[in-house]
């Protein structure tokens, strides 16, 4: 299109739109745009987010600096992906998303700051961030007292809701029961020892699982024991897991110590590719990475996603996620949630015709998702989301080979009743 | 205890004696390099564990090159990787000497801060070079797995390399600070600095060597640490703090309180740990630390010395 084309189309839009003051300032603006069914800025961002007439903002906060940035950098990168995706497919509304990036820097109340500047300064329309559960508890009051919208990725303990969150990751339930039930079918398994590191999600998670195997499947709890973060030496304790002999070892156990654990496991003569079972709900393809796959093989995992699994969506999303990233990306389970945020908050605000917070909040729940790369998954009243539960058994390159899934979605239920 | 056969539990007593043998010899490796350079300089090496971890990329960096490049002397590569640690580490430790902690001498609370801050930008720059994620180390297929002595004794392979490395690597520093010419000196400047430098020792020359010395002890350490813990930007943090432990306790100056030091704080912690849990050990260990370095507060060893 010339000049003199582009010039005439405009005088025959501002003639057709001119005596709205909302499109007279789109047009203003002096970006063309033809045929599409653009809702107003001022109708659809009635809250004073920063949304122009073609885009709008929003903020990834991570550590991508400090201990977390092993985790989180994945999470990162797959926000951007889905970003970059939607804003080729058109972006939300019309608006092109352009991302603020904050770096929490593995510090809880600077994720606090830097979520209080995000909905502040820059009043972001969503933000997607935080990884591990204490940085989501210091944000959390802030998003509830300035009103944002928080798309959180990673699984957690559950025993928790918010008008300003979404949870993209399983809470503990959705991820312990399914497995738990699968191993003492499958394995005949009849002793558990359980296994983590000392801070609130594995023993949470830990006591859930107790919970289920001694009180609702009347089998035994052999053992338990928790390391602080960091710990680096496991011999004491696997010479405790030898003694009782354990049908299971149930490992929650997180970071740099799980590097040490898997390797001294190994190194201890435990095979886990025959004789012992191994479950954990901790270790993703990101934490094989480091672990070696030579270390963990034969281990199961219970997660809600595989780089490995064959459904159509994930064979898109594999491949772009590298083409984007670089072909040594490994994507885990928490990485796969990350990406759900950005569609799941289009969708929502498609549905709900709106940016405003709470309008997206009121329609979330319900909205779903087709195109995830684990499948399909939808979001629950308690702004959890519902998804299958799956077995992956680890092998020696690093990957999942899917074992088991749930057949149907497995309802999130972060107050568990009869777990707490 | 019951329910348990005696061969069950003797095969345990026998495997839980030889953890808290691996345990000694991770705490004394960790801690060998900073006694020497805390106990010779005074100096508060803050980045000893980001030392640790350059000597445990290195080992990456070899497992690598020998994989693609000399697959035939790959079974080997390990103790390539060892003395390249050394060499790393060790000039890293010289030039940190000489641009940074020689300015700082006699001022031990901004020798802490500065360490510190090179610590900060280490785990930085191994961010930036290596990416934030660990990197897992492949091992020779000799070096991984368990030797069985019986049906219920298994000894870890890694273990034992690791155990005869520490007695190889604390011989060779006895060695040279007892036996060397080098070492003599270093015992001089340690006990009265002054008077060395009168006698005609070049006193900067010893600090720097030392310095270096103990880093690129610590770059061995890290080395060996590959086989049973993380390689990552921060894995360093890791350490720091036992290592501190272990050279604080055993009192600043003395290499046998060192070596004392890590044995009692091993011992006490992985029969606590079988019997407790990870957690309440470390508490436990913490606190009879804290109590006995109350009553001595030059820790277990001490050396005259004159300041």
């Known amino acids: ?378 979001i629950h009243e308690n702004h959890h989301l519902w998804s299958k539960t799956r077995v992956g058994r680890a092998r020696a390159d690093g990957q999942y080979d899917l074992i088991y899934e749930t057949a149907d979605l497995v309802e999130p239920n972060p107050f568990p009743k009869g777990y707490q | 205890m019951g329910g348990y056969s005696l061969t069950e539990l003797g095969s345990i007593f026998t495997m839980q004696a030889f953890a808290g043998l691996i345990l000694f010899s991770v705490f004394l490796l960790m801690a060998l390099g900073l006694a020497i350079i805390f106990g010779q300089m005074g100096v508060i090496n803050m980045a000893h564990g980001e030392f640790m971890i350059l000597g445990a990329y290195v080992t990456f960096l070899c497992s690598h090159v020998f994989s693609h490049w000399l697959p035939w002397a790959y079974p080997g590569y390990f103790f390539v990787a060892m003395l390249l640690a050394f060499v790393a580490s060790g000039a890293l430790g010289l030039l940190v000497e000489w641009a940074i902690v020689r300015h700082l001498y006699h001022r031990p609370l901004d020798t802490l801060l500065a360490t510190w801050g090179l610590s900060l930008i280490l785990q930085q720059i191994y961010r930036s070079v290596f990416g934030a994620r660990e990197v897992g180390v492949e091992l020779p297929q000799w070096m991984m797995g368990s030797w069985s002595l019986s049906d219920t004794i298994q000894v870890q392979i890694n273990g034992l390399f690791v155990v005869a490395l520490t007695i190889l690597i604390t011989l060779g520093v006895f060695l040279i600070l007892f036996r060397s010419r080098w070492g003599l000196q270093v015992r001089a400047v340690t006990v009265n600095r002054t008077m060395s430098g009168a006698v005609g020792i070049n006193t900067r020359r010893i600090d720097a060597l030392t310095f270096a010395f103990g880093c690129g002890i610590a770059g061995i350490a890290g080395a060996a640490f590959t086989m049973i813990g993380s390689t990552g930007p921060t894995a360093g943090q890791l350490y720091i703090v036992d290592t501190f432990l272990v050279v604080v306790f055993g009192g600043a100056q003395s290499l046998l309180g060192t070596i004392a030091s890590a044995f009692t704080i091993s011992q006490a912690q992985s029969t606590l740990e079988f019997f407790t849990s990870g957690s309440i050990a470390k508490v436990i260990t913490l606190l009879v630390v804290i109590g006995i370095l109350m009553l001595r507060p030059q820790g277990l060893f001490v050396l005259k010395v004159r300041k």
């Open chain 1, 1 to 378: 299109m010339n000049p003199q084309d582009f010039d005439e189309s405009r005088r025959r839009l501002i003639k057709l739109f001119g005596q709205t003051a909302a499109a007279g300032a789109l047009l203003g603006s002096g970006l063309p745009v033809f045929g599409s069914a653009k809702p107003a800025t001022a109708a659809i961002n009635t809250t004073g987010l920063a949304v122009t007439d073609t885009t709008v903002k929003v903020g990834i906060l991570h550590s991508i600096t400090g201990t977390m940035s092993i985790s989180e950098t994945g999470s990162v990168e797959a926000e951007k992906l889905a970003i970059d995706q939607i804003n080729a497919g058109g972006g939300i509304l019309g608006r092109k998303i352009e991302f603020i990036q904050e770096d929490g820097a593995s510090d809880w109340p600077t994720f606090a700051e830097k979520a209080k500047k995000l909905l502040v300064q820059d009043k972001v329309a969503s933000v997607f961030g935080c990884w591990t559960s204490a940085s989501r508890k210091a944000v959390l009051p802030v998003f509830e007292q300035y009103n944002g919208m928080l798309y959180y990725p990673t699984f957690y303990e559950g025993l928790e809701q918010s008008k300003n969150v979404i949870y993209t990751g399983q809470e503990a339930t959705q991820q312990i029961l399914a497995g738990l039930d699968w191993v003492i079918k499958e394995k005949g398994a009849k002793t558990f020892y359980l296994l983590g590191s000392d801070y609130i999600w594995p023993r949470t998670s830990n006591k859930i699982a107790r919970k289920h195997i001694v009180d609702h499947r009347g089998l035994q709890v052999v053992g338990e024991d928790y390391f602080p973060l960091g710990s680096t030496q496991f011999n004491s304790v696997i010479n405790k897991i030898k003694l009782k002999k354990p049908d299971v070892i149930y490992a929650i156990i997180v970071g740099g110590s799980n590097v040490a654990f898997y390797k001294q496991l190994k190194a201890a003569g435990i095979d886990m590719t025959k004789g012992q079972t191994l479950m954990t709900i901790s270790v993703t393809e990101d934490e094989i990475h480091g672990i070696g796959g030579e270390n963990i093989v034969g281990a199961y995992a219970c997660m809600k996603y595989f780089q490995s699994l064959d459904n159509p969506n994930n064979k898109a999303f594999v491949p772009a996620f590298k083409k984007m990233w670089g072909d040594d990306a490994v994507i885990g389970d928490v990485t796969q949630a990350a990406y759900l945020g950005p569609w799941l908050w289009k969708l929502t605000a498609e549905k709900a015709g709106s940016f405003d917070i709470d309008k997206i909040a009121a329609a979330s729940p319900g909205v779903e998702f087709k195109g995830a790369p684990e499948g399909y998954v939808r």
